[in-house]
Structures are given as structure tokens and as C-alpha cells.
């Protein structure tokens, strides 16, 4: 079955202004937009390198009153090509349908209202529009996108619409009604419904942006003009677009991914909804220097923005779906310092941030993953800088560790800001990264042994036992948890799930029976809970240090739960991993995973799952995260049980029952699993 757009719909998720709530956000692969927590109102509308930062405009008064302080609840229902908002007031069914037409700088909002109360209704409504528009390619590479506050405003009332222009850019953001109006000022535009019993009313709202006024004028009238096929003819776009991410030869990507059937609709939902939180990201912008990109977090943060972590969590959606972006990707990243930042902004093509330490790993695993689906062998030759090649590149990274070794044998990672930025103990020599150079070294090994270069595979070979040893040094032994240690030698206890899942991901094969045994034992009795977890134990000394619950004792990052189910399957715990499913896909009832969510012994839950985190501070998470695609890492290499192997042979060990996955792309041949096994595509 490949989905359409019905499929991922949220709940219906109602809240008001004193909410813990982090409303729903939108892309058209150009820009994005948030819905404020209001019937109407919008913030963070960026199509870069158009930008109003996260400033509002929309807002909905009613009767003279904005409507947030009447703190009425309002239904939000997110759809990957719309958010619906609905709330009945005084007799008076409103809804709101919020859209970004694909293809064009535009916001779209029907707003429609019926009277059912039985008598005849009049209300004045009007709706405060702001403008801060900037035309800016330099400032995108920062937290929060560019904005101005030096902009001019017109009224053009043949148009029913504000014009907000920037007196230091050529910046244009057109806002305008449909139909009847009573006024317009300043703070916005005022209309006055009259509703007959059972009657019903539409009109539209536009935001429009461009460089020049005629511009915006002239794609609104076109907009008028066919407003009433503008939402169907969104639906239609965004079907068109998930079904081509499953079609080989018709295809918006340089690969596909595979259907998933399967009767656990738990399963089904994580698979299908971690696909969307990649797709979600892809920006095609015509500004961007490095062409198709895919940002890390919206509708927010960082919003031309991609960090290394991230894509590499998502990995194997990327190396099926869009092979040659992420070789391009690979590439433009061995052509940075890699040791100065922590990503890449697609406007300038240049690096952001501060180091992460994740990142040698991360690379190593990229192109491991890069040619674990194409074979793409050949590449390890090519040079992207003119001078070093790739396999230059990969072996640096592989021996990178090197760098940072201390005298105990181990490689020191740095300060908190490299690591998880939030948990104050997980500094310097850690042990998931020191597994992750074992697990670096032994792929290094396999790959050149595989090249037919034995002597570099022996070197590699014979570097990691010693790294495994002294490895042992930071486990607390029968608790299952590790210790990190510091400059002055002292060892700290951190009872922390990344240590968790990479060390069982990376080297599980090395750690003996008892000691999965002990880890298992600690994420559950610690980490776990039934929808979500925790990603630093309750009982850590670190707890009181922050309150963000990506990493911290509140909640967890999206790939934690997806990366600690491959865990449990790599312990032989499909039974424990399975039973958690359903828990974890009722934290999808509020659409693509968030950069957090709170786990739910702590939190309300929302629509029956962990609720998302809010992008306020002190928690600084934003509405979802492309981190998702690790869930379809779960599915495909965890409860699929998909191997495969350099010399080009594939396998499946599905550890579900009758779960069938159609169209594998793998070496340039497709294969499907069936419950007959998996076999080649004639």
C-alpha cells in the first residue's frame, strides 16, 4: 500500500492559550510556515531568501477581542499539504484550512464559518496583519532566520491587501482578503459575517512574497482567479509527491523506498511517518548553491540548515531515496574542516556551527551506507577537491581518533557543546564514540579487505582490540550503564541512553551475553516508559542540570526510542521491541516526530501519546526533526531483519510476522520480501 496524504493525518489535537503545546508547521519544498496557537494566525514565514524571522501575522480578532485571551480550545489537525483549525463559538462552527502552494511563495488560509445555532448571526471579525519581510542571503546561517524592521506599508484596496515592502531590500509580502471587506488600516483587515441559520461562508486569506510589488499583485490575482481549486489541486500535488517516493521509474528522486505491508499497523505507522519527517525537509530552493538540500529541523530553527548528526541518523533513507544528493552531500562536507562546525547552510555553502564530536562517525557511516545500496565502488576513486580521493577522505576519518587520544587509550571528545549539549557529565573520553571507532575500524578492515588492499585491512584490523579493552574500564559493572571520564582521571557515572543503543549498535557483537543482559536490564528499569522514554535516567546526577528533553531526564530525540528498539533487537528482545510499538505509534498521533517529547510520566500526554515538546525556553525544541528517518532504519535493518554484505548479497530475517517489504533497490536490482522470503525482481 503506498499511502496518500489522509494517511499521516494527526489527531485532532485541541488546546488554548495556556497549553503545553508546540503548534503544527508547514513546507511546499521552498519555505515554511507555523499556525500560532489561534484560529488564524501564522509565524515563521520564510521562503528564503525572503524572511520575516518568526514574527506573526494573521491574528484573529473576533468582535472586537483577540481571540487567544477568550482561551476558547481550538482543534488543530495536521496533513502533510494543510493544517486544519476548527472551534465553535456562540453558535458559529469556524474552520480554518492553512496551506503553502507548492511551487510559489504563497501562505493560503480558507476560512470558512457556519451558523448552527438556529438564528440569524452577525459578527465582526478582522484579522491583524504584520509585515517584517527581508530579502537577505547573508544571515541565514544562524538559530532563527533573517528578518526586517524597516519595512514601509501600502494599502492597495482594489486588492483587499496590505502591502509590506522593505525599505532596505527588495522585499514584498502582499496579504489580502477574498470578497467583502469593511476596512482596512494599518493593524489589518475588518469584515463583518451575516449568517443565516445553517448558512455558511468562505473566503480566503493570501500571503504572498516576491522582489517587486507587481509581482506579488500578479500572482494574487492568478490565485483569485482559480481559488477554488487551489486546495483540491494542493491535495493532488502532495499525493503525486509520496507516491513518487515509492516509484522507481517515476520518480522526484534519484531513488525510491520500499512499500511496507504488514498487518501490525503500529509498525506500519512509524515506518510511513519516519519516511515523512525526511521528505518533509527536502528543499529544492532556486538560491541554493549546493541544489537539492534537506534541513534538519523546522519550522523554526535552523532553517536552511543541515547537520551531519541528523543525516546520518537518517542514513538509510537517504542512500535509497536520493543516492546522488547524498553523495553530493558527502562530498561538499569532505571539502570542509569538519572538526569546526556541526552542519551546512545550503544559501552560502558554508559550514555552521561548532564541532560535533559525532562527526568522524558519522561520516564513516554515511558512505558506508552510501555504498551499502548502490555499490558504488568506483566513487571511493573519484577526488572532489581535484586532490584527495574519497577513500583518502574515508580512511582520515576512520583514524581521526587518533587525534583526540589520551594517554588511558581512549579518544576524548571534548566538552559539552561537542557532545550533547545539555547533560554536563557526558564529556570528554564517552563510550559510544569509543565504540563507534571499534565499529569504524572494523568496516575499514571489511571494505579494503574487500578492495583486495589486505595490508591496510590488517592495520585496521589489529587497532581495535586495544580500543575494546580499555573500553571495558568505563563500565560499571551489573548496573549497564557506563561511566565518562575526565582530564583529572576521575570516572563519573552517566546513566544515559546514547550510551545505550550506539555501544550495542556499534560493537554489540563483542560485549558478552551478561553484559547485554545488564544494559537491556537498565533501559528498562530506567529509560522506558510505555509511549516514549527517557533519555538520561531519573536517578542521574546530571538530572537537575537542564531542562531539555531531547537528552535530558524529561523526554527523548526522536531517533533515541527508533535507535534503542534496533538495540533490543541486536540483544535478541524482538518480543520486548515489538510490545513497544504500539505506545510509540500513539506519540505519532501528533504528526512527524518532534525534536522531543516529553515521556509521559512527566508530562500530560497529548492525543494519547508523549506529548511534543514546546520551542519556548527553557525546552528550544522545534515542532519535528529529519532524525525521523532513523524509524525506517528500525523497520528495514531491525524488525525486517534486512543483511547485507560488500560481495553483494542480500538477505532478510523478519522478525515479525508476515511483514513484506516491495521494491528494495539494492546494487541496481530491486527485490521484494514477501512471506515466501525475499526474492529478485524479473
Not at 621 to 629: E, F, K, L, P, R
Not at 634 to 650: D, P, R, Y
Amino acid at each position: 500500500m503506498i499511502p496518500k496524504v489522509e494517511f499521516f493525518k494527526s489527531s485532532k489535537l485541541r488546546h488554548d492559550i495556556n497549553s503545553h503545546f508546540n503548534p503544527p508547521g508547514l513546507t511546499n519544498f521552498l519555505g515554511v510556515a507555523q499556525v500560532d496557537n489561534d484560529l488564524t494566525g501564522v509565524r515563521g514565514l520564510n521562503f528564503p531568501p525572503f524572511g520575516t524571522s518568526l514574527s506573526r501575522t494573521c491574528g484573529f480578532y473576533l468582535d472586537g477581542v483577540y481571540f487567544p485571551s477568550k482561551n476558547i480550545p481550538i482543534s488543530f489537525q495536521w496533513m502533510p499539504d494543510r493544517i486544519i483549525r476548527e472551534v465553535e463559538v456562540e453558535g458559529i462552527l469556524f474552520r480554518t484550512d492553512t496551506m503553502l502552494l507548492d511551487s510559489e511563495n504563497v501562505l493560503l488560509i480558507r476560512f470558512k464559518s457556519k451558523n448552527i445555532s438556529g438564528v440569524k448571526k452577525e459578527k465582526k471579525i478582522k484579522f491583524q496583519l504584520n509585515g517584517g519581510i527581508t530579502n537577505n542571503l547573508k544571515d541565514w546561517a544562524n538559530w532563527i532566520p533573517p528578518m526586517s524592521e524597516n519595512n514601509s506599508q501600502d494599502f492597495d484596496l482594489s486588492r483587499n491587501a496590505i502591502i509590506f515592502s522593505d525599505k532596505n531590500s527588495n522585499a514584498i509580502l502582499l496579504q489580502s482578503i477574498s470578497g467583502e471587506i469593511d476596512k482596512i488600516d494599518r493593524f489589518g483587515i475588518q469584515k463583518t459575517l451575516r449568517l443565516d441559520p445553517g448558512v455558511e461562508d468562505e473566503f480566503y486569506f493570501f500571503a504572498i512574497a516576491a522582489d517587486n510589488v507587481s509581482k506579488t499583485q500578479m500572482l494574487h490575482d492568478k490565485l483569485v482567479h482559480k481559488k477554488n481549486d487551489l486546495l483540491s489541486n494542493n491535495r493532488r500535488y502532495w499525493n503525486d509527491e509520496i507516491k513518487s517516493v515509492f516509484q522507481k521509474e517515476n520518480s522526484n528522486y534519484s531513488g525510491s523506498l520500499p512499500v511496507l505491508k504488514t498487518e501490525n499497523k503500529s509498525l506500519e505507522k512509524l515506518y510511513y511517518m519516519g519516511i515523512m519527517g525526511v521528505i518533509y525537509f527536502k528543499r529544492d530552493s532556486p538560491i541554493s548553491c549546493i541544489g537539492r538540500s534537506y534541513d534538519t529541523l523546522m519550522p523554526r530553527y535552523w532553517q536552511t540548515v543541515t547537520f551531519m548528526w541528523d543525516y546520518y541518523l537518517s542514513g538509510t533513507v537517504h542512500a535509497l531515496l536520493d543516492p546522488l544528493v547524498m553523495r553530493k552531500y558527502l562530498e561538499t562536507w569532505m571539502k570542509m574542516d569538519m572538526h569546526t562546525c556541526f552542519g551546512l547552510e545550503y544559501i552560502s555553502g558554508k559550514p555552521v556551527g561548532n564541532w560535533y564530536s559525532i562527526n568522524d562517525h558519522a561520516m564513516v557511516m554515511m558512505i558506508k551506507e552510501y555504498l551499502r545500496w548502490t555499490g558504488d565502488f568506483q566513487w571511493l576513486q573519484t577526488k572532489p577537491d581535484g586532490e584527495k580521493s574519497v577513500s583518502e577522505y574515508f580512511e582520515g576519518y576512520v583514524n581521526n581518533y587518533k587525534n583526540f587520544m589520551s594517554k588511558n587509550g581512549l579518544a576524548d571528545y571534548g566538552g559539552i557543546n561537542n557532545l550533547l549539549e545539555c547533560v554536563s557529565s557526558y564529556v570528554h573520553e564517552v563510550a559510544s564514540l569509543n565504540a563507534a571507532n571499534i565499529a569504524n575500524l572494523r568496516y575499514a578492515a571489511d571494505l579494503y579487505a574487500f578492495l583486495g588492499h589486505e595490508n591496510k585491512s590488517k592495520i585496521f584490523l589489529k587497532s581495535y582490540p586495544s580500543i575494546f579493552k580499555n573500553l571495558k574500564d568505563l563500565y560499571v559493572e551489573g548496573k549497564g550503564f557506563w561511566r565518562a571520564r575526565q582530564p583529572n582521571g576521575s570516572l563519573l557515572d552517566v546513566r544515559h541512553a546514547y550510551d545505550f543503543f550506539t555501544v550495542i549498535n556499534t560493537i554489540g557483537s563483542l560485549l558478552d551475553k551478561q553484559h547485554k543482559e545488564e544494559m537491556v536490564s537498565f533501559f528498562v528499569n530506567e529509560l522506558k516508559t510505555d509511549k516514549w522514554m527517557r533519555a538520561l535516567s531519573e536517578s542521574d546526577n546530571d538530572a537537575m542540570f537542564s531542562l531539555r528533553p531531547d537528552h535530558q531526564w524529561n523526554g527523548a530525540y526522536p531517533a533515541w526510542p527508533s535507535q534503542s528498539l534496533i538495540a533490543l533487537i541486536n540483544c535478541g528482545k524482538k518480543d520486548l521491541a515489538i510490545q513497544w510499538l504500539d505506545g510509540l505509534a500513539e506519540s505519532a498521533n501528533q504528526g512527524p516526530f518532534g525534536q522531543a517529547h516529553f515521556s509521559e510520566t512527566i508530562m500530560k500526554m497529548d492525543s494519547d501519546g508523549a506529548r511534543k515538546s514546546s520551542a519556548e525556553e527553557p525546552w528550544i525544541c522545534d515542532w519535528t526533526c529529519s532524525s525521523n528517518g532513523n524509524w525506517v532504519d528500525a523497520v528495514i535493518n531491525g524488525f525486517a531483519g534486512i543483511k547485507t554484505n560488500l560481495e553483494g548479497e542480500i538477505t532478510a530475517e523478519p522478525k515479525i510476522d508476515g511483514l513484506e517489504l516491495f521494491g528494495i533497490n539494492y546494487y541496481g536490482k530491486e527485490y521484494d520480501l514477501t512471506k515466501k522470503g525475499l526474492k529478485r525482481k524479473n
